[in-house]
């Protein structure tokens, strides 16, 4: 990852007092009347990288969008949904996953990340893709917000739920706008994955793959409580954030 692409990226999403505010909300004062749920969580994010490889990234008609990957790229593009590719011609270029068709384009066992990995990697060279803007999207037209949107599997937590997490409270984040801040403990179910089932919730960090939350062990045998927030001074601020 370039540090100054980053940099970039970084300072352009969010206007500073804007985004520092979106996470200044106060714990929910009676968790003990709100509805909990145990729960446990995976982190995932946006992949950074540049335009090359032999590998297209194609719409879900077939047709090329004109970008490229080698075999590790595409298939860690494929893991996390979304892609900055830096393009030198167009700038920074954000695809979104789309559909999956009937031809695999590469065998992601060939790159030494996923060959031997116990996710169903075989599937990922099927993921077919579409520009998108920001961080890319989650469902139901919910835009990806980081350290703020989920995926979550919608039998258990309905999409448009917002979650209280005690054990995140006071976890230190770095915003898009520069500063450093501790989180307010709130996240937005605004997004879903194939891997994402039953109690499994997965955090989205944005461009941050440091693993910056240490409530998230990627481990079902590790759960914590979260409560079902119903305040809508917190929900109404929350969900425009992802529109």
């Known amino acids: 990852m370039r540090p100054l692409f980053l940099l970039i990226i970084l300072f352009g999403f969010f206007h500073s007092s804007a985004q520092t505010d979106s996470f200044n909300f106060d714990s929910p004062q009676n968790l003990e009347s709100l509805e909990d749920i145990s729960i446990w969580a995976t982190e ?35 893991l996390e949904g979304t892609v900055f590719l830096e393009d030198s011609i167009n700038g920074r270029v954000v695809l979104n996953y789309a559909a999956r068709a009937n031809e695999s384009l590469v065998n992601c066992r060939k790159c030494a990340l996923y060959n031997t990995s116990n996710l169903h990697v075989e599937s990922w060279g099927s993921v077919r893709w579409k520009v998108s803007s920001g961080y ?107 529109r």
Request: include cysteine.
């Open 136 to 242: 890319g999207e989650g469902v139901q037209g919910y835009q990806l917000v980081p350290y703020r949107t989920i995926a979550v599997d919608p039998s258990v937590i309905p999409y448009g739920t917002i979650l209280f997490i005690p054990d995140a409270v006071g976890s230190r984040i770095l915003l898009p706008n520069g500063d450093s801040i501790e989180h307010d403990g709130y996240f937005f179910a605004g997004d879903t994955g194939g891997a994402i089932k039953g109690n499994h919730i997965d955090v989205f960090t944005g461009t941050d793959n440091s693993h910056p939350f240490a409530f998230v062990r990627s481990n079902s045998r590790h759960t914590y409580s979260a409560y079902i927030v119903i305040d809508s001074g917190v929900i109404r601020p929350i969900r425009n954030l992802h």
């Open 44 to 78: 995932y994010y946006v992949h950074v990288t540049t335009s090359s490889g032999d590998i297209p990234y194609l719409t879900p008609e077939g047709d090329t969008l004109g970008y490229f990957s080698d075999t590790c790229d595409f298939c860690t593009a494929c």
